[in-house]
């Protein structure tokens, strides 16, 4: 029979998947030898049985209180009673981590007896009444569904004295628990200590599904039916006295990467105070006594190294003692992943492909993102536009709209509008708000607080503790000093200063890659053996691609004509046209390819640059081409040579265009939508006079099928992958590029496969007969975001030549390093 619950010291700290993460960690340090209170961890299975049953499994009741009894035997304290009392923390551990989502009760098990017993144990009968008022208020909201169980009866609490009697205490305060409780929802918490603990176990089960969790896990893309394990923990308690507290510590910094202990500490408190946001904690380095700092610090370095990686680590001291109650791979900004994992590398901590493995596309896609010039921020503050500064918890520089409500944040943001939430505090309940705006500020918490870790998480520019503010949800307004901004108002936000901006900026172009992140790429180009070419349109486009890092570049004849404010002419040209246009009818389009392409060719130096012939019937542009209108007047131009003649303008423009740019530049043309072998052959004889090397786009199932004779007729080959997907779906090519139709669609179970992010199994096929394609060079061109998925999956089917948009470039060396270091 496969046990329930395990022990810290008996679990397999490799087995996430049944401790979850928290359960987990805490086996691995326990059985590192650190101090770490007793306890044990209540499997997911557990919890899948409960949601999927509505009741506990069989016989885990009676599992559970056995492992209580060896829990008091091994704490030396009684669950329940004295001489002193065993009281508990409860917590969620799902296998993927899910900061704040779930439920968390803390000081269990007090009763009458148990509370004059830890009155007489700790000589200090306020902190017993400030357990009982933490304990029943977190139950009833967490177990009872209570709203707001402990509003006001902090001041009860305070004002019991020292020479008070325990029980009368402990009875006082319970019962004024007892009747707001009563007076809120007609409920009651169990003062039987076991009881509480089953009741306890349920609620953690039923968080699983809780709509912000559901939320959470939608965003984060995490499955649905894993379930959390539970902790059951021997408390220790940081609000004891002046020499106890909690904090929470990162052994680098989680907002830059750099090095060294990062965290907060805020004495004479429980855990929860420093996490939710309520107090402002203090800097770990300041706070903590040196012999205890000390003491952390050592042992942060010790558990990096162990796990080859930053963590997030939480602690309590009790009475001057160190106890580490949880550790975790930290949560970190896009900026403060890449320097960690190059520094990692650097430091020889990781091997090179780890070091991969621990940045994502998407992070090197937020730390290219733009952001405000900076002279622009001077004047700002010079003209006294700065109203406040807070804590920075997450980078980013962002304008948007003042909202001060998340449901409205949200329905602004849906509306097309960036917006900054600000809140006093953030909660679970704010999260679709977080998730809908472009920035987060906070009037209250540190680092470490909900607003900040998941601000974090979601690579949400984020700002908290930023204490000046007032912020008036009735009145609909920010108060900051004598400033009054009424919702609405145009902010700014720079989540790495922390500082909050009257009035909008305009952005700026993207700043240059750091050197943690170009080394990590030449890390990538080794391990993944492929050329990237990025796709450019003006010769302003050229060096930063280049400096990207692409190998190459891409660029179409309709695109620079389209940006150049050619393409109006052109269409018009063809609608006055005759329908048996001559090759003199196209003599303009050479002179225009010539005219604006030198420059361009000029810009490339030596590069390879690779040109998609005009596409009249794209499905990307329909509209402006004016398609219905120009193919029904020239019905010839919906195929690739129907006017041989247009092809024929563009090689040559493209050949003038090459020597007029001094030579060195090495471009080819290639004609989309190819699908025959006969016309792969009649473009090379087009083409032969002028001397520019020409391919074909592959964009059909069709032209897969005949792809090796194609290829073997053409100078290089391209598939266009996005094409082939909306193909091989039946879907507009355009619908690939955008959220809906499709994410409905998805969400409906219509659809097994997002085409967006990952190759179809009816493509792969067609990929593989295309992958073995020799006789030229190939390549995909990949259109829009290229996701981790998608890239793994066209390197193991060995394509090693690509073309991406230009911000794609970086994203996509990563990617393919990440998916040849396995």
């Known amino acids: 029979m496969i046990r329930a619950t395990l022990t810290f010291a008996e679990a397999d700290p ?38 999927q049953v509505g009741g506990l499994p069989e016989g885990l009741a009676d599992e559970v209180f056995t492992r209580l009894e060896e829990l008091e035997r091994a704490s030396g304290k009684a669950f329940g009673s004295g001489p002193v009392p065993l ?128 939320t959470y896990r939608d965003f984060h893309g995490i499955p649905h039916d894993l379930g959390t394990a539970v902790v059951v923990q021997s408390m220790v308690f940081g609000n004891l006295s002046a020499d106890s507290g909690s904090g929470v510590v990162f052994t680098r910094n989680p907002v830059t990467g750099a090095p060294g202990l990062f965290g907060e500490y805020l004495a004479h408190s429980q855990g929860e105070d420093v996490v939710a946001g309520i107090r ?68 020889g901590t990781i091997a090179p492909a780890a070091a991969l493995r621990m940045v994502t596309a998407e992070q090197v896609r937020q730390v290219q993102r733009p952001g405000f010039a900076d002279d622009d921020v001077a004047e700002a503050r010079a003209a006294g536009r700065l109203l406040t500064t807070g804590i920075g918890a997450c980078p980013g520089q962002v304008s948007g709209k003042l909202v001060l409500d998340s449901d409205r944040a949200k329905e602004r943001a849906e509306a097309g509008e960036a917006v900054i939430l600000a809140r006093p505090v953030t909660s679970p309940a704010d999260l679709h708000g977080m998730i809908a705006a472009e920035g987060i500020v906070t009037a209250t918490g540190g680092s470490t607080s909900h607003a900040a870790v998941v601000a974090r998480a979601l690579g949400t520019t984020c700002v908290v503790g930023a204490s000046a503010l007032v912020v008036d949800e009735r009145a609909r307004t920010l108060v900051v000093g004598d400033r009054v901004l009424p919702e609405g108002s145009e902010v700014s936000l720079d989540g790495a200063t922390g500082e909050l901006f009257e009035g909008a900026f305009p952005v700026a172009t993207p700043a240059a890659a750091t050197a943690a992140l170009d ?24 060096a930063p691609a280049l400096a990207a890092g692409a190998d190459g570049l891409v660029t179409a004849v309709d695109d620079v004509l389209a940006a150049t404010g050619h393409i109006d002419g052109l269409v018009q040209s063809l609608l006055d046209g005759a329908d048996d246009m001559s090759a003199a009818a196209f003599d303009r389009i050479a002179e225009l390819v010539e ?41 010839a131009l919906s195929v690739p040579l129907g006017r041989p003649a247009l092809v024929a303008a563009q090689l040559r423009g493209l050949a003038a265009a090459a020597a007029a740019a001094g030579g060195a530049a090495r471009p080819h043309l290639a004609l989309r939508h190819v699908s025959d072998p006969a016309e792969a052959r009649a473009l090379r004889e087009l083409a032969a006079e002028s001397g520019v090397p ?30 082939l997907q909306a193909a091989v779906f039946g879907l507009p090519a355009r619908q690939l590029l955008t959220a809906e139709p499709l994410d409905d669609y998805l969400a409906r179970g219509l659809l097994t496969c997002d085409p967006r992010s990952s190759v179809d199994p009816a493509v792969v096929g067609l990929l593989e007969r295309v992958a073995a394609v020799r006789s030229c060079p190939l390549g995909l061109r990949l259109s829009g975001t290229v996701s981790q998925e998608t890239a793994a999956q066209l390197h193991a089917l060995g394509f090693r030549r690509f073309a991406v948009d230009a911000a794609e470039t970086r994203p996509l060396v990563l990617a393919l390093g990440r998916a040849a270091a396995g």
């Open 14 to 51: 490799a087995d996430v998947d049944r401790l979850g993460g928290k359960g987990a960690g805490l086996a691995r340090l326990t059985q590192l030898g650190l101090r770490v209170p007793p306890g044990y961890v209540i499997a997911t299975d557990a919890c899948r049985h409960y949601l």
């Open 280 to 347: 402002t904690p203090d800097p770990v380095a300041e706070a903590l006594p040196a012999p205890l700092l000390e003491e952390l610090r050592t042992t942060c370095a010790e558990l990096e190294r162990t796990y080859g990686d930053v963590l997030d680590i939480e602690f309590t001291v009790e009475r001057s003692t160190l106890y580490f109650l949880q550790v975790r791979s930290a949560k970190r900004t896009a900026e403060a992943a890449v320097r960690i994992a190059a520094d990692l590398a650097g430091e």
């Open 595 to 635: 005219e604006e392409f030198t420059p361009l060719l000029a810009a490339a130096g030596g590069a390879e640059v690779g040109i998609r012939a005009i596409d009249l019937v794209a499905d990307e542009a329909r509209e402006l081409l004016q398609q219905t209108a120009v193919t029904t007047r020239h019905p």
């Open 519 to 542: 080394g990590l790429l030449r890390i990538a180009r080794r391990s993944g053996d492929s050329t990237v070419l990025a796709r450019v349109t003006l010769p302003a486009d050229v």
């Open 694 to 723: 020409v391919g074909a786009y592959v964009t059909s199932p069709r032209g897969v099928h005949h792809v090796a004779e194609i290829a073997a007729a053409g100078d290089v080959l391209w598939l266009e992958l996005r094409a």
């Open 87 to 214: 009281l508990l923390s409860v917590r969620s551990g799902a296998p993927i981590s899910m900061p704040g989502m779930m439920d968390t009760i803390l000081n269990l098990g007090i009763d009458r007896r148990a509370a004059v017993a830890l009155a007489q144990a700790t000589g200090d009968v306020r902190f017993v009444a400030d357990v009982v008022r933490r304990f029943h208020a977190m139950y009833a909201e967490t177990v009872l569904g209570a709203l707001d169980p402990g509003q006001g009866l902090e001041v009860l609490a305070a004002a019991v004295g020292p020479d008070d009697d325990p029980g009368e205490v402990y009875d006082r305060i319970w019962a004024a628990c007892e009747k707001q409780l009563q007076d809120d929802c007609g409920e009651s918490v169990p003062d039987d200590p076991r009881a509480q603990l089953l009741g306890a176990v349920e609620a953690v089960f039923r968080s699983w599904n809780t709509r912000r969790a559901r």
